[in-house]
């Protein structure tokens, strides 16, 4: 390399105002890896590495010398290059506020108002939120709902993050300022204390508020933290060209064309990165070097965006953000018909990746990257813009961006030497219209399936066609036109030219039926739906010159979007009673007891563990075959690199314990022969750090034999008679057969429910400490399980429990992913440890914890059911497979609890069931929120709707007919007491006025054509407690020390769910004293030994019952001092009690359940209590593209007497949303040959902030109580999520709806979980989708399949 003269060398920058000067970086490194392990700044999370969660989110500010002021802009730390940061300024969670020092609003208002659970994603969300204000001190709730697009929760269902973050905005203000003008009563709208926006706010008695807006500490922008003054004063550090040159990478920051030029010259292999939101992902998951890396962010022509006479010019630098101010500019200022093209573009920037990528992410990239999926190039394409290309030799040249740019995948006919230096976009002209679409399978933050742009320009004021030009993305490996649609110039704007274009496209826009992507009809009716849309927008437009094109009111439906949301909510809940003491903090709302540290970036996860000097960092090396035998095994190129110390595997196993799970031997620490499904660990390398294990592990080479069978799908296993027990379940109840015999009606069906990824924030992670002697370990694991975990290591390493403390401080969310999957990857982590005698740390990443570790179990279930006239259900034979993987984990468990809850919340009196696990090549699915009863609830539900459609009755009335009630027995012989199913049902069809809605939602789809609206509502019944009697126990420990403050130590392990704070409020309680005075600090097996794993939504039910005992041990033996001085303090009791010698230290034990039951005999009781609730959903769907949007959700629950009924609603909105994501959203994508497509939020679509309700009540019904828990309180965890399912079935409604209108059967349709865009689209059958045919199977090699 030619020795280049560089003005600078040393990164410098700011963080949180302080100067960091650094000349030792490494071009390779994020600004996250750089805050999190040289400034030791853990607030900023790592959750995808891949720019799609926001939990790495960071302000980034820069001073704009040409307009003379100072930009904020939030970013992903984990795809910015820390040498992007020379000359800027970062601010990270924990330089805005601190519980030490005092909390920003924007951290006060989060964790008030209930807006963190887990708290892995919230200072991602601070973040976001607080880059916003500095903005924008006054927001709009739309630019809150900009702001968050790049955010994503899994635990909080997204609701009170936006209730806290609404008192921020404009809206709210104007509000506030009525409630002031008008007096108390008063808020400035004529529904006075009714006004839907007051709900939860400053009218209720302070009491019944989950929190109170007027404790906020008011936002006052002016105390800021200032810019730091080095980086306005002087332009120094953007006059540098920067040369920074790494071990294997090179970064150059030219300052100017020439020097850029000239560098592309002699590098032509160079990468320019721009946001490195493409190569960045490049780097980390197709494992691509690029030795030299181009930052063209400081040369003025590259950045600039000016105005020319045909248009404007935009430099192929200029960010998204830049791009979409300067063109909304240019829409105010100029006149409509100028700015069409500039209006595309807007318009599809709000569904373009997430406010952090398009902070950074510039057009010239997204060009260059030449996506076939780009959401830039049909606009651009379509509508032929220039391109400005310049090379060091050859100067400028412009190149139209038409059918010839893309010369194959991701190639373009840009010379090596060249670059792109600007795109002109021109202006339109009164008879030329532009429109543009995305689809995909959520709105926002995603990638499209298909995308759209549609040119037209008539004759002058009439509807000739004079030109036409049609792009598309997502059709082939490159964007790609219609040339044929061309001829179509000459012809008129008619339904007979949309035909023929129709047939054009058709022609133009092949599919193979095994292309990448899948989805074959799917993608081919959007082509023409997409069309068809511009084709009624067009016609909308023409209208006002040509009056005889006349389009039908209903069909207006087509063009429109869904109506903006209001973002109402309410919550019901039964207030404390005046009289309870103030101490006294059970049953009232306060907020999670780590909220403030949360949303300060203080709450330290497994990976925030300071480093320790001498640890190793363990990655793994899994295997990348489904099924096959290990041929060979070589580390000895990654062993040979700097920095690698060891290679992990069998070998360091000794004879016969190489075993995870020791009760079925089906499960390898590591294989060694063998692999039966891909992400099987076959050894780990450790290094010095992440970044080298990492890199090193990719060079460990693996030779494979292929195995035959390969068996992925359920069907897989049914044709290869592939179960680990067939079959695995049967439950027998009366004669099943004899009442097919007799009864009126007897339907079958079937349905199939696709798996879950659990997609907690913070992935696994595990640090293993071994101690200096005794063979004592400390071991830092996010697991739910840490008795569990140490029983798994103990016999692998050797050593007794008594020298192994398993330590969890708190997960960044579990639901069941961390029970029996954190053995995984603690074991190979400890097995290392233990050999090299260093700690060894180890985190997954996104993708790794995707393939390693399973999910949810997919379910196909046959059903055969009987009825009578009224739909009364008599009986039914029902057929249960779930898809376990290759090892049965839990599996058999999960069919069982399924199985129970086979009826969901319907009296069937008579039952057949059976149960098949069946053994296939996928990841081993676990343990999920739920437990296998959302699948077979589903199954319930669909069987008893597929009725309704058959006896032509509101599905509605069906439930009521066969709803659980007091005294019913269910096939389990369980009879059902104190049960509230009915008083939820009731109450729910009240609340929601579901009679009114169906005549209003009836009404909407009789006056619209192309979107249709559904309603649903669905019950659900949820069996609480193991059935297997020695995991219902528990412990705790109460530790009291003289100054009257309480340690309470107890075995349920906190990951959002506010076990810990419950814990807290019922010491509270027992000892009488107020919370402040209790501290939790971790779960530790060495503080509390023996404890059940943290499951099954039991934990404050059995950890209550133990603390509680302990506290009332301690609370006898103060109780001689509180009576002989009743006016004395807490304090004081203690002191004089430790002045006694009476013991301050107690444990509580809990044990003795009167339940459990047995399979064989079908004895026993299967579950404690039942937990009740129904969900009332109404949806709105577009029938051209399968969008949808959710309008309202009321859900009633029944959980007792809620311990705090904040965190209880975060429960109830969280369970639905992630219900939602199940069998909406979620669709994981396999090959046929078992490669998991969606292993990251890239691919892999969870509810985002957009898919919050409009409207989301929650009741918690009052005058509920539970004998059977602790202060008759009930599990919250996990009976809600089902109501999620209120969603899908409101969506089939529509559907039926929509099938009417086009005149196929309503009914005749099945509709699988997920109910994707896909699926909705293609069941609303019609002339596009009727123009098609799925390709027959065994006719090709289909790019997925069904598992
Ligand atoms: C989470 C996430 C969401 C996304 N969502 C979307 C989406 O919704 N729609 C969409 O279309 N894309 C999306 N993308 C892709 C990506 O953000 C865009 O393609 C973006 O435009 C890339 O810009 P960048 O500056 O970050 O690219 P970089 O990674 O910096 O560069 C990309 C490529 O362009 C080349 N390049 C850059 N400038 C020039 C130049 N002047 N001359 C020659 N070559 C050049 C580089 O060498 C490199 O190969 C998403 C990406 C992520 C990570
Ligand atoms: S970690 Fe950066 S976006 Fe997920
Ligand atoms: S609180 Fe948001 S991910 Fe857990």
């Not at 391109?387 to 840009?414: A, C, H, M, P, W």
């Not at 689809?439 to 995308?451: K, L």
């Amino acid at each position: 390399m030619e020795e280049l003269k560089s003005d600078c060398s040393v990164l410098v920058f700011f963080v949180n105002g302080k100067k960091i000067v650094d000349n030792q970086v490494d071009p390779e490194w994020t600004l996250l890896f750089y805050l999190r392990n040289k400034l030791g700044l853990c607030g900023t999370k790592l959750g995808c590495g891949e720019g799609g969660c926001g939990a790495c989110t960071v302000m980034l500010s820069k001073y704009d010398r040409i307009n003379k002021k100072i930009r904020h802009l939030p970013i992903n730390a984990c795809l910015a290059p820390v040498c992007s940061m020379h000359g800027l300024a970062v601010t990270t969670v924990e330089g805005i506020g601190s519980t030490r020092t005092k909390l920003h609003p924007v951290q006060e208002r989060i964790a008030k108002s209930h807006g963190t659970q887990c708290g892995f994603c919230t200072p991602g969300i601070v973040m976001s939120m607080y880059t916003l204000l500095r903005n924008s001190p006054k927001p709009t709730m739309k630019d809150l709902e900009v702001t968050f697009q790049g955010n994503l929760c899994r635990c909080t269902g997204y609701r009170p993050i936006m209730e806290g973050y609404k008192t921020f905005t404009e809206e709210w203000e104007l509000i506030q300022n009525g409630n002031r003008l008008n007096g108390e009563q008063g808020n400035g709208c004529a529904m006075g204390d009714k006004c839907c926006k007051l709900q939860n706010g400053t009218t209720k008695d302070p009491e019944e508020v989950l929190f109170n807006r007027n404790e906020f500490t008011p936002y006052d922008s002016s105390q800021e933290p200032i810019f730091p003054p080095e980086l306005k004063i002087s332009d120094q550090y953007d006059k540098q060209y920067l040369v920074i040159k790494g071990k294997t990478v090179t970064w150059f920051r030219p300052v100017n064309l020439e020097q850029l030029l000239q560098l592309k010259k002699q590098f032509p292999d160079a990468k320019l990165v721009v946001g490195n939101t493409e190569v960045g992902v490049e780097v980390k998951f197709k494992q691509m070097v690029y030795p030299v890396i181009i930052q063209p962010v400081l040369i003025p022509e590259m950045v600039a965006i000016t105005n020319t006479e045909k248009g404007v010019r935009i430099g192929a630098s200029a960010t998204f953000t830049d791009i979409e101010t300067y063109l909304k500019n240019e829409i105010n200022r100029l006149p409509e018909e100028k700015t069409r093209i500039f209006k595309s573009v807007v318009d599809m920037l709000n569904w373009f990746a997430g406010k952090q990528i398009r902070s950074v992410g510039a057009l010239g990239s997204n060009i260059m990257t030449g996506s076939p999926i780009s959401d830039m190039l049909p606009i651009l394409m379509a509508n032929e813009v220039t391109l400005e290309l310049q090379s060091r030799d050859n100067g400028k040249r412009e190149v139209i961006l038409d059918g010839n740019f893309f010369t194959g995948y991701r190639t373009t006919i840009v010379k090596p030497e060249e670059i792109l230096s600007a795109i002109y976009i021109p202006y339109t002209n009164s008879d030329r219209y532009c429109y543009a679409y995305k689809q995909a399978r959520r709105r926002e933050d995603d990638i499209a399936i298909v995308n759209a742009a549609v040119n037209v320009t008539f004759e002058p004021k009439t509807d000739i066609i004079s030109d036409i030009n049609v792009a598309f993305g997502g059709m082939s490996y490159k964007t790609v036109t219609s040339p044929k649609t061309r001829q179509l110039k000459g012809l008129p704007w008619n339904r007979q030219t949309l035909e023929l274009a129709f047939a054009h496209l058709q022609e133009d826009l092949p599919l193979d039926p095994g292309a990448p992507g899948g989805m074959y009809l799917y993608r081919k009716s959007l082509t023409l739906s997409l069309f068809f849309k511009a084709f009624l927008a067009i016609s909308a437009d023409l209208q006002k010159y040509v009056p005889h094109i006349n389009i039908d009111k209903r069909e207006l439906s087509g063009i429109t979007s869904f109506e903006p949301k209001e973002y109402k909510s309410a919550q019901y809940f039964t207030v404390v009673p005046k009289t309870q003491e103030k101490s006294d903090a059970l049953q009232r709302p306060i907020v999670h007891i780590s909220a403030y540290k949360h949303a300060t970036g203080e709450a330290v996860y497994c990976d925030d563990i300071p480093l320790y000097e001498n640890e190793l960092y363990l990655a793994f090396v899994t295997s990348t075959k489904s099924h096959a035998k290990i041929l060979s095994v070589d580390p000895s190129e990654a062993l040979a690199m700097d920095g690698v110390d060891y290679f992990v595997s069998a070998k360091d196993v000794a004879e016969g314990k190489n075993f995870t799970n020791f009760m079925h031997r089906d499960e390898k620490i590591f294989y060694d022969d063998i692999v039966t499904s891909q992400g099987q660990i076959i050894g780990g390398i450790l290094a010095t750090d992440q970044i080298i294990a990492r890199k090193a592990a990719r060079k460990v080479k693996i030779e494979y034999e292929d195995l035959q069978p390969v068996i992925i799908t359920i069907d897989d296993a049914i044709k290869h008679n592939s179960y680990f027990k067939n079959p695995d379940r049967m439950v027998v109840k009366g004669d099943v057969e004899k009442v097919f015999q007799e009864a009126p009606h007897v339907l079958e069906g079937e349905c199939h429910i696709g798996g879950q990824e659990h997609f907690y924030l913070e992935t696994q992670s595990v640090f293993v400490v071994p101690k200096k002697e005794d063979e004592e370990i400390e071991v830092y694991s996010a697991t739910q399980g840490p008795t569990q975990l140490a029983e798994t290591l103990a016999p692998v390493l050797g050593i007794q429990l008594n020298k192994i403390a398993v330590k969890t401080k708190r997960l960044g969310g579990g639901f069941g992913g961390k029970e029996l999957k954190a053995v995984r990857i603690a074991l190979p982590a400890a097995i290392a440890a233990m050999k090299l005698n260093r700690p060894v740390r180890c985190m997954l990443d996104r993708e790794e914890d995707t393939v390693m570790t399973g999910g949810r179990h997919p379910f196909y279930i046959k059903y055969k059911v009987a009825f009578n006239n009224d739909g009364k259900i008599l009986g039914a034979h029902v057929k249960y497979y779930n898809n376990c993987g290759y090892s049965i984990d839990v599996s058999s468990l999960v069919l069982g609890h399924a199985m129970t809850h086979s009826q969901n919340a319907y009296d069937i009196p008579v039952v057949r069931l059976e149960g098949y696990t069946c053994k296939t090549n996928l990841p081993s699915n676990t343990a999920f929120r739920g437990f296998g009863c959302p699948q077979a609830m589903f199954a319930a539900e669909t069987m008893l709707q597929h009725i309704a459609d058959y006896l032509k009755k509101d599905p509605v009335k069906l439930s009521e007919l066969n709803l659980y009630k007091e005294g019913d027995v269910t096939f389990y012989n369980q009879k059902l007491v104190n049960c509230t199913m009915q008083k939820c049902w009731k109450e729910c069809l009240q609340s929601s006025k579901y009679f009114e809605r169906r005549q209003q939602v009836d009404n909407f789809n009789r006056e619209n054509r192309y979107k249709k609206r559904g309603l649903s509502v669905i019950p659900t019944t949820y069996g609480i407690g193991f059935p297997v009697p020695f995991l219902n126990q528990a412990g705790a420990l109460v530790l009291v020390y003289t100054d009257g403050s309480v340690l309470l130590s107890h075995g349920g392990v906190e990951m959002g769910q506010g076990l810990h704070t419950k814990m807290i409020q019922v010491a509270s309680r027992c000892l009488e004293i107020p919370v402040e005075k209790i501290h939790t600090v971790d779960v530790s097996t060495d503080k509390v030994p023996n404890t059940t794993m943290t499951a099954g939504s039991v934990g404050s039910d059995l950890n209550g019952m133990a603390v509680m005992r302990a506290c009332n041990t301690i609370k006898e033996r103060l109780k001689p001092y509180k009576d002989a001085n009743p006016k004395g303090t807490w304090e004081e009791w203690v002191k004089k009690a430790y002045f006694d010698r009476v013991s301050l230290s107690t444990t509580g034990y809990f044990g003795e359940s009167d339940y459990g039951y047995n399979w064989e005999t079908g004895e026993g009781q299967m579950h404690n209590y039942f937990s009740y609730g129904a969900a009332c959903c109404e949806v709105e769907i577009d029938t051209l593209t399968g969008d949808h949007q959710v309008r309202s959700v009321e859900i009633v629950m029944d959980v007792g007497e809620s311990l705090n009924p904040g965190i209880d609603v975060g429960q109830i909105e969280g369970a639905f949303m992630q219900g939602y994501g199940l069998f909406v959203l979620e669709e994981l994508v396999y090959s046929p040959s078992g490669t998991n497509y969606t292993r990251g939020p890239g691919t892999y679509k969870l509810p985002g902030f957009g898919n919050i309700p409009g409207e989301f009540n929650v009741s918690m019904l009052k005058g509920s109580s539970n004998p059977r828990a602790v202060y008759s309180s009930k599990a919250i965890g996990e009976p809600p999520l089902f109501l999620g399912s209120s969603v899908v079935f409101a969506i089939k409604d529509a559907i039926k709806a929509a099938r009417k209108e086009n005149g196929y059967d309503p009914t005749d349709f099945k509709l699988y979980s997920p109910a994707t865009s896909a699926r909705i689209r293609v069941a609303c059958q019609d002339n596009i989708t009727s123009k098609f045919e799925e390709p027959e199977l065994g006719t090709y090699v289909p790019w997925n399949v069904l598992v």
